[in-house]
């Protein structure tokens, strides 16, 4: 092995990235390209899977440019991707016979309210982790089979294949049509005990098994590019939460990370345990690394977080960029009483309420636009707080430190908040992009760049921490004023709504 | 209505009058549009010399509008935005250096830390993000000292406060390296807050070119220097990454 560097790409929402990191996970290279997301109908969410493709293969060779490598530098390639996205393409033709079907789409909700009305919304919990919502893939599946002409004959046939995005980029890149236990977790069509494709699940979402993936470990060579990548080895798939989670160095049970964006994500590692949650959290497999058993993983998703700092900033109008919600929030010592719950399209985890719409309770005439600042910023931390709560009642344990990343972590103030009250210690790890990270540590292990996780979690260093401060009485009493917060918001949703 | 206060007006007019087309005014030419007497003109332009509002161009001796205007206003930068759009280029120099790094901005006469990445070896350490440091002892300070000749001209004839054997005390000693950071583009401290500790610093630029904020690594000298220099790879480094903000922030890149 000559090469030096890991490539992985994070085939997100919005763009493709590629970076390339050495053998100290220090980040060396970053290129990206943007792809459309289209909108054919309220609801609707498309994208391209070829342009996808195109700027995959293009923001390599950029991302080696801008370093001044060659790809006889790399060791192997990792993809990180956008879970759920659901590609369905002919194989002989190699071309798709509709846009991906994104996870943000709605469209499914029919088929997804149908499956529930025959056993619940949660009669695929026990076998799959997850709820009936329109995430998912296997109802995304149905649905192209069901509209277009021929899919569902081709799809017996197995002449039309099924992939999320990792397994149109591997079915692309290396000719075989596979997918990491990541990935095969989100399509609601994976057993989590067998890691399999299960029949029962199949015959539910009527998904032909002949169009699947074979499924496969997260950290494996699946096999080498063709060109322009001629001889990269494609060695890790992973979703991007858990790319993250393995970017962040969590391998161990009972280490979590939460990502902070428009919505953030939590994952705990539960090991080899397969939690079920009581509390509406999702159950998903975390990572497998080839030769090894799997990972589970519980996952809570906050729906809105720098979402509700962009409402300060593009619907009130009280600053003028994200990181000012710092400076209005640091000119008051706390928020003076005031907490705002964002409930804009509901409660989700762990209350799951959709009959719930946001409120800021506990204004008085001594409240100042700064109160409200810091109330926004506190949501995020009392909103990680009931997750966590409810993780730690899951799962049985006790979550000791924190390990947070995305964009939000600039924020001082909200990672001191967090902290606060959370009781715990809160740190920011020095590489940022921990989702492309994951995905490069995954591909590397499996091509022996590195030799074990435990080498990688000496490349884990802290770049931040913020320890609790605030006393613990005065958090449980905060706390409890969030919670009678969260009780305003429910009910409010009347049947006969204009 | 209480009266306006007639000099207060002059001076207005003398700052409108540089804002216009000409950019650069001499003596005469400004007495000549005001209609008053050089000696009226003279007086007001050196009480707004003294407030930086105003700058004499040494080679023409004509009169420009001065920096510290530029403090004033809109463009602002506030420190929370610096962090913001900084953190990944941040991350990335303390990983390559292996060194603590910070981000500095001007504040009352001193230097404000806006940011704080730990040195990556996982020892013991506490977010410095709020505290004050001295502009004549930092390379963060002196990096901003030297875009910054108004707030430089307000040490003159005070005590610099001396930390160690090396601290800089005189100002016009100051004044002298300070000419020398502008010179090369960044500025260091060998020991002169901390015995044994340096540090290395450059400007951040934002798109008007106005320095909004310094960059530096901080470190034992014996990891930073070498035969009593900072090592060339590490100033590299740091300029780089001031560079690669400054670019964020929509300075012209070079």
Known sequence: MTGAYVASIDQGSASSRCMLFDRRGRLVSVAQKEHRQLFPRPGWVEQDAEEILGNVLQVVPDALEKAELKLADLVALGIANQRETTVVWDRDSGRPIYNAISWQDTRTDKIVNRLAAEGGKDRFRAKTGLPLTTYFSGPKIQWILDHVEGARDGAERGTVLFGTMDTWLIWKLTGRHVTDVTNASRTMLMDLRSLDWDDELLEAMKVPRAMLPEIHASSEPYGEAGAPLRGLPVAAALGDQQAALFGQTCFAAGEAKCTYGTGSFLLLNTGDRLVESTHGLLTTVGCRIAGEPPTYALEGSIAVTGALVQWLRDKLGLISSAAEIETLARTVEDSGGVYVVPAFSGLFAPHWRSDARGVIAGLTGYTTKGHLARAVLEATAWQTREVIDAMNSDAGTVLRVLKADGGMTADNLMMQLLADNLGVPVVRPIVAETVSLGAAYAAGLAVGFWPNVESLRANWHKAAEWLPRLDPETRERRFRKWKKAVARTLEWVDDDDE | ?254
């Open chain 2, 1 to 254: 209505m209480p009266r306006p206060i007639q000099s207060i007006q002059r001076a207005a007019q003398v700052m409108h009058l540089l804002s216009g087309r000409a950019r650069r005014l001499s003596l005469v030419e400004l007495s000549a549009q005001m209609g008053l007497p050089k000696g009226t003109v003279f007086g007001i332009l050196r009480t707004l010399q003294q407030v930086g509002f105003v700058e004499k161009d040494p080679d023409s001796a004509k009169y420009q509008l001065g920096a510290a205007l530029l403090h004033l206003g809109s463009t602002y930068l506030d420190g929370n935005e610096l962090r913001s759009r900084a953190l990944n280029w941040a991350d990335s120099l303390a990983a390559r250096s292996n060194e603590t790094v910070r981000i500095g901005t001007l504040h009352d006469g001193r230097v404000l830390v806006v940011h704080h990445v730990f040195r990556p070896d996982d020892s013991y350490q506490v977010l410095q993000v709020g505290s004050l440091l001295p502009l004549h002892a930092t390379a963060l300070g002196k990096a901003l000292l030297a875009a910054s000749p108004y707030v430089l001209s307000e040490l003159d004839g005070e005590e610099l406060t001396r930390f160690t054997a090396r601290t800089i005390t005189d100002v016009k000693q100051l004044t002298v390296a300070l000419k020398e950071v502008k010179r090369r583009g960044w500025a260091a401290d060998i020991g002169e807050l901390v015995d044994g500790e340096g540090s290395v610093a450059a400007p951040i630029t934002d798109r008007s070119e106005r320095t909004v904020g310094s960059i530096a690594i901080s470190g034992p000298i014996e990891r930073l220097c070498e035969s009593e220099l900072p090592r060339s790879d590490l100033v590299a480094y740091v300029r780089e990454s001031a560079r690669a903000i400054s670019r964020d922030l929509g300075a012209i890149p070079w």
